[in-house]
């Protein structure tokens, strides 16, 4: 009976991580506001706000990198967004990609 109680207490541990992870969930509209909020703060040189920024962003990967494709294979750039250069731009997103993959 003993052994059977800690092999249930190390299984509940190893659930422990998954069920953290899904807690830490983040809309899409939020997570967009973020990286548009990063991008528009790199452009502007506030550079200890965007890495503030680009951490909170860091801990959704997968959905961010979903998000920063839809931006970057836009025609017409958020509005937020169309004051900064395309050029520029582009090379923003791809540098957040790369630090988050």
Not at 40 to 63: F, H, N, R, W
């Amino acid at each position: 009976a003993e052994t059977y109680e800690l092999t249930q207490d190390i299984l509940r541990e190893r659930e422990a991580p998954n069920a953290a992870e899904s807690a830490l969930e983040i809309s899409d509209e939020e997570l967009t506001k973020n990286i548009i909020t990063y991008l528009c703060q790199m452009a502007k040189g506030e550079l200890d706000k965007a890495q503030e920024t680009s951490d909170m962003i860091v801990a959704y990967s997968p959905q961010a990198i979903g998000i920063l494709d839809k931006i970057a294979l836009s025609e017409i750039p958020e509005p937020e967004l169309a004051n900064i250069p395309p050029q520029v731009l582009s090379g923003l997103i791809r540098n957040l990609r790369t630090r988050i993959s």
